[in-house]
């Protein structure tokens, strides 16, 4: 067989999404984090504020964070054509999803270590320093929300929804703004009502609250990169319309995710009326999801399902 009529039955293992105006965005965050971040520390070192020490360097984690989220994305496109992966690299973003999620949780769990230790050893506050800078954050970390959901439409209203990289970069600037927003109400208390013990309460609703964000995304991340069960009506569907065909009945599927956006499936069917596989393939094509398929066509020698051949 000539190679010019293979390429019509070959197709490519890109499942990767173009997430070029995500991966610009989240570079822009980063920066602004970055400065923001430097500012506190010196601030803190400065004016001996360690409320503004301890806020630099939380700062500094998220920077990190969305470091693994940008080298996520540069990967993923600099490998998608390599054939070392089989479906090519849509799991990377998912995968510096995950990461991220893990880096939220180490950042609740120290964000609630310290808020205990503040409630049992309560720390003298510089309140009108430190609430000018939790001011500031939180209007850097509002600027950085709006450019990460800021997401160009290109007819796929689904897929930023779905990027579980770019929703880790979105949920480490919500836990920078609420951590802004809860210190400002406990220092606020502190300094007008003498509620100092508010700093830590706060922080413990803070880590609770992220605790939950990261909780999320682990679960969401690690089924896609464990290959988990997917939505049973997806499964459903596919069954249904290869059945509903004739009299086809489907013995075995297996469904898996390939990114956050596309699906693979297998499937093996019995038939008395068997079809070219891409009949099959064609049937399916309105799941717009399933983006690689395998079918597996055995023919049936029993009696007829159907007596007539529709």
Request: net charge negative.
């Amino acid at each position: 067989m000539h190679i010019h009529a293979l390429d019509q039955w070959q197709h490519s293992h890109d499942f990767a999404d173009d997430r070029s105006h995500a991966e610009k965005n989240t570079k822009l965050v980063m920066l602004l984090t970055a400065v923001t971040m430097v500012a506190e520390i010196v601030a803190g070192t400065f004016f001996g504020s360690m409320a503004l020490l301890a806020d630099g360097w939380h700062m500094a984690t998220h920077v990190a964070a969305f470091g693994i989220t940008i080298f996520a994305y540069h990967y993923a496109r600099r490998h998608a054509a390599d054939p070392q992966y089989t479906f090519g690299t849509g799991k990377v973003s998912v995968l510096g999803g995950f990461a991220s999620a893990v880096a939220l949780a180490v950042i609740a769990f120290l964000m609630a270590f310290e808020s205990v230790e503040r409630l049992f050893q309560p720390q003298m506050i510089q309140f009108n320093e430190a609430i000018g800078v939790a001011i500031l954050g939180l209007v850097v970390n509002l600027v950085s929300a709006w450019l990460l959901q800021a997401q160009p439409d290109h007819g796929h209203h689904h897929h930023h929804h779905h990027d579980q990289n770019l929703r880790a970069a979105y949920f480490h600037v919500l836990a920078d703004a609420l951590t802004s927003i809860f210190a400002i109400v406990a220092l606020l208390a502190g300094q007008f009502l003498g509620w100092v013990w508010m700093d830590a309460l706060m922080g413990l609703v803070g880590a609770g609250v992220i605790t939950k964000w990261a909780y999320g995304l682990v679960r969401d991340t690690s089924s896609v990169l464990l290959d988990g069960a997917v939505d049973r009506k997806i499964k459903l569907d596919i069954v249904t319309t290869i059945e509903e065909d004739a009299d086809n009945r489907v013995t075995d599927l297996h469904v898996w995710y390939l990114n956050q956006d596309h699906l693979a499936a297998t499937i093996s069917l019995v038939t008395h009326y068997p079809q070219a596989p891409e009949h099959y393939k064609q049937l399916l094509s309105r799941l717009p999801s399933l983006s690689h398929v395998l079918v597996e066509v055995n023919q049936c020698h029993g009696e007829p399902c159907l007596a007539v051949r529709p």
